[in-house]
């Protein structure tokens, strides 16, 4: 059955890359808000965000971390905007296995951009102060339930990758851990 | 655990290849903070006095500052040390930048160079691993360049790069080291780190920097990215309009020139052009600018984006800040287009844009009063701007009168002689200054320049207006929100300063006054070179958001070393007395503290020699400029003391007169 529609407030950050000087605020506030304790410490290459800069070619693009993905994508390409030359990695917020970004620098462990969860506004945003980022909230209709279909989906795509039974021992494995 | 520091540095011995990782004592950090006053007291320590700038036991000290790889906003500069080979003096040049906090990710607080290789090498710091590595390849590559290529090699794109280019291989006295958007250019430190056989320092870490009091801190840095705003929003009324605002000058974004054009000098500090700045004029420079500039950018962790990359149509990219963008078009009579494309080349060479201009200038000279002849100059173009481009080459190359030139004005003219050194007239204890000549003294600026070591005004002055505003209620509303005043009285020094009448200069700030005046702007920039703090957003602009009030709060809460103002007033009187003395022990002496002789048309010698005195009283010297003994100990510096006493540069009969008279 289709639940009823609900209203949910998105937060994304509109990022400016015309206006970034390539300063990394954003990184080193981002890496001082996640360290344990609070603040105690700070390490860009901890943060959930990191600005692809390349100051001769005028490249600056400040990414977020999203996902982690296991394996790598297969064909890598270039894009050129304006006359500058983008990897397609620029772009991409996978904490995936071909680059170092988003992974914690000991560990290796996955870090994904939460928005600064707790705080009344991501602190990336504040600490750009030239608004190179900036948050932009709009409010959507969600249908309740989707998050459910979005699993089945999920769980669709993986049983036929790898089969049912497959998924189901996995299943058992994972919850046997916790 | 250490806060704020590593408490490591790094220790490379070029002539054998040895790199070693030290443990560096948390006293030391106490007493003389980091950046420079902790390279300043290893080179007490380990550079005696007969050591040649070009020898290998000559240090050469990259020190991050105290607080750089903390979140404080603009806490990002690099401390270069060593002796310089044009004022055979201690060398301080500073840059911003990236490279001092990947320094502190991967580890370090500074690297300390001895030694010479004998083939030439680069540094690769990555984190625990630390590599000498041959560098043959990039000889002669500029400084760019090289740092381009090394990245690409090492497959390490967000490594950061420091490098020097010919200039600094062949020893020019006046080479830069460069740093993509910032370089280390006074003092010819690029020479040493040429002369060691080192082409470049590449950096990249990925380690944690801890705070001693997390929330604390943060909320420091909150408050100062606050007044940032209310700074950015609130110009500062009736100033011109580099100095109404933070950051380094904004040359970059500023297109309004007429001040620098037709104030300062052209040629090799010579001449001054009233009425240069015509609608043209201003048009086309504009024009010039908006096409060369693809961005302004900033150093690490800070928005104020004093730099900008500039791509002049046919030539490569490159960076650039402040003073550099005129200097070049101002010393060879041309426009902006040619400033902006030599620069490319000089930056690539690195060399000072300060010096290097005037240099040419002093060269050209030298051949139109006949001290120099045509044959000195071989094959050169008959064109002024070709004649520059052809002098920098001959002088990065050390070719014929380029060799000459290559050693600065001061060195060049001793050369040459046969009345050159008329010629070589805008020197400071070697060192060629910002081309100003002016008319009426003023003591504020007589006291910095004779007697600031680092030898370029822009890192003396500050905080105070340069000039009063003509109307009273314009200079009280002026301090009404002026908190950054180590004491109110300050407040009414400038209230009661007028343009003309009694309350003018020369004579008013009084002696006294001037004296407060002086000790309090070098304070500030001695503060911030220790912390690594970029003088744009502390000791250089009217009203920063770092001050005195506020800096005891960030190293308590970043370092975790109890501080107050008096502490930390005593730590940097400690470190600047300890840079006095290495310069004592090494021969300088009262009669080194003076500007150029015709900086300004009106001197008046008596009131010179007041201030003199007055001003060495207040800083602990003695009537040559010699830290007495009673002031050494009272800093806890008595080593230094006795040193002096074992060197005949201080007896203890002197002293006992001292001592007598302040008991
Ligand atoms: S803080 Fe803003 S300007 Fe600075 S790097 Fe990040 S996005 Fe760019
Ligand atoms: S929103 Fe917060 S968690 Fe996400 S990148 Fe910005 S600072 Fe980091
Ligand atoms: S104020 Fe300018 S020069 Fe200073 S750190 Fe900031 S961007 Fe760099």
């Known amino acids: ?178 | 655990m250490r806060y704020a520091e590593t408490g490591f540095n790094l220790e490379i011995d070029l002539t054998r290849g040895n790199v070693e990782k030290v443990v560096t004592d948390p006293k030391d950090t106490e007493l003389y903070l980091g950046g420079l006053g902790t390279n300043t007291k290893i080179m007490w320590d380990r550079v005696p006095p007969e050591v040649e700038p070009f020898s290998p036991e000559n240090l050469l000290i990259f020190g991050a500052g105290l607080l750089c790889g903390t979140p404080a906003t603009g806490c990002n500069r690099t401390i270069i040390t060593t002796i310089s080979p044009q004022t055979k003096l201690m060398a301080f040049s500073m840059m911003g930048g990236f490279w001092a906090p990947e320094l502190k990710y991967a580890g370090y607080d500074k690297v300390v160079f001895r030694g010479k290789s004998p083939k030439l090498v680069y540094l690769w710091i990555n984190n625990d691993k630390v590599e000498i590595r041959d560098a043959s390849h990039l000889k002669g590559k500029g400084s760019i360049e090289t740092a381009e290529i090394l990245r690409k090699e090492l497959k390490e794109p967000k490594a950061q790069v420091a490098a020097i280019g010919m200039a600094g291989e062949n020893r020019v006295y006046y080479a830069s080291i460069e740093q993509g958007r910032s370089s280390a250019s006074r003092g010819g430190i690029g020479a040493v780190m040429g002369d060691k056989g080192l082409k470049a320092i590449v950096v990249r870490g990925t380690k944690d920097i801890n705070l001693s009091q997390p929330s604390e801190f943060m909320a420091l840095c909150n408050e100062v990215l606050e007044y940032i705003k209310i700074r950015e929003d609130n110009p500062i009324p009736g100033v011109m309009p580099i100095l109404a605002g933070l950051g380094s000058p904004q040359e970059m974004k500023v297109h309004d020139e007429k001040w620098h054009t037709e104030n300062f000098m052209w040629g090799n500090s010579r001449t001054r052009r009233k009425g240069f700045w015509t609608d043209e004029i201003a048009k086309e420079w504009t024009e010039t600018m908006e096409t060369a500039r693809t961005r302004l950018i900033s150093c690490f962790n800070c928005p104020m984006k004093c730099g900008a990359t500039i791509s002049m149509p046919g030539l490569p990219t490159y960076m650039m800040k402040c003073f550099t963008k005129l200097t070049y078009a101002m010393g060879a009579f041309s426009d902006l287009d040619f400033g902006l494309r030599i620069a490319q080349l000089a930056t690539e060479y690195g060399l000072d844009g300060f010096s290097t201009p005037q240099v040419m200038a002093f060269g050209l000279e030298l051949l139109e009063n006949g001290i120099l002849s045509k044959e000195d100059f071989p094959e050169m173009p008959e064109d002024n701007e070709g004649r520059f481009y052809y002098l920098l080459d001959k002088i990065v190359r050390r070719e014929g009168i380029g060799d000459v030139l290559a050693n600065g004005t001061y060195w060049a003219a001793k050369e040459i002689g046969n009345g050159a050194e008329e010629y070589a007239h805008n020197n400071i204890k070697k060192h060629e200054q910002l081309p100003l000549k002016l008319s009426m003294l003023n003591p504020i600026y007589f006291l910095m320049y004779a007697t600031g070591e680092k030898m370029n005004i822009t890192q003396i002055e500050g905080q105070f207006p340069q000039a009063p505003f003509p109307k009273r209620e314009h200079r009280e509303k002026f301090c009404e929100d002026w908190i950054q005043v180590p004491d109110e009285k300050f407040k009414q020094y400038f209230i009661d300063w007028e343009l003309r009448g009694e309350n003018s200069i020369p004579y008013y700030p009084t002696v006294e006054m001037t004296c407060d005046i002086v000790d309090w702007q070098e304070r500030m920039h001695y503060i911030d070179d220790a912390l690594g703090q970029c003088a744009g957003l502390s000791s250089f602009p009217l009203k920063p958001p770092y001050h005195i009030h506020n800096y005891p709060k960030f190293i308590s809460a970043g370092a975790g070393i109890e501080m107050d103002e008096e502490k930390l007033t005593q730590a940097a009187k400690r470190y600047r007395t300890l840079v006095r003395a290495f310069n004592i022990r090494r021969g300088m002496r009262r009669k080194d503290d003076r500007p150029p002789e015709n900086h300004w048309k009106k001197r008046f010698p008596e009131l010179e020699a007041e201030l003199l005195d007055a001003y060495y009283k207040l800083k602990g010297w003695n009537n040559d400029g010699i830290p007495t003994k009673e002031s050494l100990q009272q800093l806890g510096l008595d080593y230094v003391a006795d040193d002096f006493v074992k060197r005949g540069i201080l007896t203890d009969v002197e002293d006992a007169a001292v001592e007598e008279v302040s008991a």
């Open chain 1, 1 to 178: 059955m289709k639940g009823d529609k609900k209203k949910k407030t998105i937060k994304t950050i509109k990022i400016d890359v015309d206006k970034c000087n390539g300063c990394r605020a954003c990184e080193v506030i981002c890496s001082s808000f996640h360290a344990a304790p609070k603040y105690s410490s700070n390490n860009p290459a901890r943060s959930r965000i990191r600005v692809i800069r390349d100051p001769l070619r005028d490249v600056y693009v400040p990414v977020y971390a999203g996902e982690y993905t296991v394996a790598e994508c297969a064909g890598r390409d270039k894009y050129t905007i304006d006359g500058k030359e983008y990897d397609e990695c620029s772009f991409c917020r996978a904490s995936c296995p071909s680059r170092d970004d988003f992974k914690e620098p000991d560990s290796g462990l996955p870090l994904k951009c939460d928005m600064c969860e707790g705080e009344d506004e991501p602190l990336c945003v504040k600490w750009c102060l030239v608004d190179a980022l900036q948050v932009e909230e709009r409010e959507e209709e969600v249908e309740e339930g989707e998050e459910q279909e979005e699993l089945e989906t999920g769980l669709e795509s993986l049983a036929d990758k790898y089969g049912m039974d497959k998924i189901k021992d996995a299943i058992t494995r994972l919850s046997q851990k916790d």
